[in-house]
């Protein structure tokens, strides 16, 4: 991802509207570039987290900056469908394996990256 606003948060989700199309089991958001979350960008998260939960695709995040890690702590939607869950983790190589691990019973044994938070 990238900027995360007013100004890019329906690029975002249209983003979205086009690899859901594709199928997926499962999707990796990567948040390493995105320095700080406004209020519609929030939103736009919310509504792609949304769009993709309804379409029944797991959501992992990414590498989330301390910042946007604590504005998102604090949304009851996050809580609910992603930090219970326990889909946040500090690489992307270990949210890829954990997506691919629900999708094909991971052989390896599980995890070396613990989840945030965990």
């Not at 604090?74 to 394996?97: C, D, G, H």
């Amino acid at each position: 991802l990238g900027q995360l606003d007013f100004l890019a948060g329906d690029r975002h989700v249209d983003r979205f509207q086009a690899v859901l199309a594709s199928g997926p089991k499962a999707v990796v958001i990567a948040m390493q570039n995105v320095p700080w979350v406004d209020p519609d960008g929030m939103e736009a998260l919310r509504d792609i987290i949304t769009m993709l939960d309804e379409s029944m695709v797991k959501v992992y995040l990414a590498c989330p900056r301390p910042k946007v890690a604590e504005t998102l702590e604090n949304e009851e939607w996050y809580q609910e469908k992603i930090a219970s869950s326990e889909r946040v983790f500090p690489t992307e190589k270990s949210a890829l394996i954990a997506a691919v691990g629900t999708a094909k019973d991971l052989e390896s044994g599980g995890l070396h990256d613990k989840p945030l938070g965990a």
